[in-house]
């Protein structure tokens, strides 16, 4: 399974994924009766943004991670009768019933290395005629702050996917998709140098390297990335996705 997540300080962060997470929803056309898959729902933000679009319709919201899920619950808690909660791998085949109508996903498929298994296991619970709309890191992402990780341990950062338009079409394509449409968007992230930028490095960007550090060594790595930023940016590069299951 994927790794866990810190859900309770993801949610407590200024987060540039709420503006993501709008800018999604407002790719995807919807008629209000859909059974819509959340792909990586995290801690439900967009689930809920997703139901008050579904008055007549339901969302699977899917993740690899307990705590996102447990804090989804308490999210949603009153309007879980519409909501199928599945924890799962998205590369595995999916574990939920039927077909749905349509896939949504924010700042999920750059964490997922084999865009190949990720589309297949997508289109595999799609009927043909849904819709793919999603929001992930990009080709360039975060590259000045891969840039400060590298200058700080020597190594390369690594564990992502920062696919770009021409591979991601083709993936698409191998998987069974049609109408495809890909865009690279610069959108950098500005935060508070200090407290406000570490904690945001720490819990989402610099997470699966801090998973493999002993305690001791979390913060002071976190404040040397932090210092060799040039400004108090996250230099994000989204990859935004629009695709019809053939
Ligand atoms: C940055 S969070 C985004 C969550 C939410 N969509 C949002 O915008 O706030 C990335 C999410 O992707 C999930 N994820 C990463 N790899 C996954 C995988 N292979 N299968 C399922 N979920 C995965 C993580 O558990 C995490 O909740």
Not at 50 to 63: C, I, S
């Amino acid at each position: 399974m994927p790794r866990e997540w810190d859900a309770t300080t993801y949610d407590s962060l200024p987060l540039p994924h709420l503006g993501w997470g709008r800018r999604t929803l407002a790719r995807l056309p919807l008629r209000g009766d859909e059974r819509v898959l959340d792909a990586g729902c995290g801690t439900g933000r967009d689930t809920e943004g997703l139901l008050d679009l579904l008055p007549d319709g339901r969302v699977v919201a899917l993740d690899g991670s307990v705590r996102m899920l447990d804090q989804l619950r308490e999210r949603l808690a009153g309007r879980l009768d519409r909501v199928e909660v599945v924890h799962a791998d998205l590369t595995k085949p999916l574990p939920f019933d039927g077909e749905v109508d349509a896939v949504f996903s924010v700042a999920a498929f750059h964490w997922i290395e084999d865009h190949s298994a990720l589309f297949a296991a997508l289109a595999a619970r799609m009927r043909p005629g849904a819709r793919l709309v999603s929001d992930c890191g990009g080709r360039g992402n975060i590259a000045a702050v891969n840039a400060a990780v590298a200058e700080v341990t020597g190594t390369p950062s690594g564990g992502w996917e920062f696919a770009g338009i021409d591979d991601t079409r083709a993936r698409l394509a191998a998987a069974g998709f049609t109408e495809i449409d890909v865009q690279l968007r610069p959108d950098p992230a500005v935060f508070e140098p200090g407290e406000q930028l570490e904690s945001f490095l720490a819990t989402v960007i610099l997470g699966p390297r801090l998973d493999a550090m002993a305690d001791a060594d979390r913060e002071p790595f976190v404040k040397a990335v932090a210092a060799r930023l040039p400004e108090p940016v996250a230099d994000y590069v989204r990859l935004e996705i629009s695709a019809v299951r053939g």
